[in-house]
């Protein structure tokens, strides 16, 4: 079965040409996006929003990030 449907390959078709062509910007800051991987997180994230065949965004929690010290 497959895991992205038709909706997300065209989304990331369109940002990966934005990128090349120089004109993807991110979304708050509205920087420059150069990054090959973070202009393919902003297409399945637009697919995502239009309702394409998507997996979820991973699941990021707060205490992962932090690094929990061991008292002794």
Excluded: D, N
Excluded at 28 to 55: C, D, H, M, Y
């Amino acid at each position: 079965m497959a895991r992205y449907g038709k909706k997300a390959a065209e989304k990331v078709e369109k940002v990966m040409k934005e990128r090349k062509a120089g004109t993807l910007k991110s979304g708050r800051s509205g920087k420059k996006v150069t990054s090959r991987k973070q202009a393919i997180a902003i297409g399945l994230s637009e697919a995502r929003k239009a309702g394409g065949k998507v997996p979820p965004a991973p699941k990021r929690s707060a205490s992962s990030k932090k690094r929990k010290s061991s008292s002794k």
